[in-house]
């Protein structure tokens, strides 16, 4: 009989602390996904970043959340990334409903992009394995819902096509055109038989502009405005062997992207 009972005991001890362990974990959950104020993290989400930045100009710093999706706390890679924004003076959120972001989280920049007083948000994000591909997305927080206003990896694409004297011509979708001397690349040409010894263009072999390595936001004149600076490789598609690098600068205009400044570096 007293085994019964120190049997029942036992097994009402041991509920118990399951219950209370239970009831920890939730609450402790609960508190994590409270962060602050009206903002609340969804099921499954944690905070990937956070930042102090005034966004809305009124001189007091406000917080900056990057959140998604991920199997736990610990693991690095997360979908469905979002940002919001919990301003100081007032508690009021403002928050991205983006479905398809997912990668490496790699750092925010907080600049003006629009010349609007208000600052942007530049999220960027790996999106492979290496670490070496970045997508950037630019949030316009200047409105009474967030705006995307640039959402791309892939930067500026221009159509290349070979010419004699190990040139390159390098036409954008504006219609600019410029021209890269390849003569520093003129060994790994003549090896893949792209041009002779002489500089005689010998096949039409395809070459393309990888996607952003490099990506920031900077305000390079000073008035206060931001331009997005990035880079990307042009490598031959047989090889990938890389025959320069395109630093693009682009400024937001009129509700568009214009790029207003290439440069090529070997």
């Known amino acids: 009989m007293k085994k019964s009972k120190w049997l029942v005991s036992f097994s009402a001890f041991v509920i118990a602390s399951i219950m209370c362990v239970q009831f920890a974990e939730k609450n402790a959950q609960q508190q994590f996904m409270q962060v602050s104020g009206g903002f609340s993290l969804p099921i499954n989400n ?10 809305d100009g009124d001189g007091k710093d406000d917080s900056i959340y990057v959140y998604g999706e991920k199997k736990n706390e610990e693991a690095e890679y997360a979908e469905k990334i979002n940002l919001a924004v919990v301003y100081k003076k007032n508690g009021f959120v403002k928050k991205t409903n983006v479905s398809w972001l997912k990668g490496f989280v790699s750092d925010v920049e907080i600049a003006d992009l629009t010349n609007n007083k208000n600052k942007d948000i530049l999220l960027k994000v790996y999106t492979d394995q290496n670490k070496s591909v970045l997508s950037g997305l630019v949030i316009d927080f200047g409105h009474e819902m967030p705006r ?12 290349f096509s070979f010419v004699d004297g190990f040139l390159v011509n390098c036409s954008l979708s504006n219609g600019q055109q410029f021209a890269v001397n390849l003569r520093a690349k003129k060994d790994v040409l003549i090896k893949n038989k792209v041009f002779d010894s002489e500089g005689k263009c010998l096949l039409s072999q395809k070459i393309y502009s ?3 390595f490099e990506l920031s936001a900077k ?18 598609s047989l090889d990938e062997t890389e025959l320069f690098k395109i630093y693009s600068v682009q400024k937001y205009i009129n509700s568009e992207w214009y790029a207003t400044k290439i440069e090529v570096k070997y």
Do not use: H, W
């Not at 944690?46 to 966004?55: E, T």
């Not at 995307?148 to 159509?159: C, K, Q, T, Y």
């Open 148 to 159: 995307s206003i640039f959402n791309e990896f892939s930067g500026i694409s221009p159509a």
């Open 46 to 55: 944690y905070i990937l970043l956070m930042r102090q930045c005034d966004v």
């Open 219 to 236: 305000d390079l004149d000073g008035d206060g405005t931001a331009e997005l600076i990035g880079c990307q490789s042009v490598v031959l």
């Open 210 to 212: 990888k996607p952003f």
